[in-house]
């Protein structure tokens, strides 16, 4: 992520499957790639990891994780436990055009709206891109997410 992002975007720590593959969503059911690839009007899911990263940085997106280690079974939030915290906002103050901060889910938002009390950037809550998160479908999950265009 470079110092020109304008949005970023947070989720609360990576499932297996990303661990496993040292790739942000990569659990074939997420439906993170094509969230954002709606709201930069790309097809993220035909690319592969490297030009999906490309292109959210030349859309002026940055992408991290508010939990920088917990113990966890499993990939849910609700199992973590003991969550250590990354530096969010030393990484804030890096980012002078900063415009708005995104949470991928319930839990990214609890945990970093507390690490980020006070700060001048908007910060949004955004309906979990998991397949666990089944109680709200895709098209209303794309709905909220594409609210972030106004940030870039």
Known sequence: ?????RLLLLGSLPGQASLAQ??????????FWRLVGAV????LVALDYP???????????????????????????SAIRAPAANALPDLVSTLP???AIGFNGATAFTLGARLLAGSATPLIRL???SPAHAAMGFAAKRE?????????
Not at 144 to 152: S, Y
Request: hydrophobic share 50%; no cysteine; charged share 20%.
């Open 1 to 5: 992520m470079g110092p020109d992002a």
């Open 22 to 31: 040292r790739q942000y969503y990569a659990h074939p059911q997420n439906q």
């Open 40 to 43: 930069i009007d790309a097809d």
């Open 51 to 77: 030009a999906r990263l490309a292109a959210l940085a030349a859309a002026g997106i940055g992408l991290w994780d508010v939990v920088g280690s917990a113990v966890r079974a499993g990939s849910l939030d």
């Open 97 to 99: 055009r900063l415009a």
């Open 127 to 129: 309906p979990s891109s």
């Open 144 to 152: 909220a997410w594409l609210g972030l265009r106004r940030f870039l």
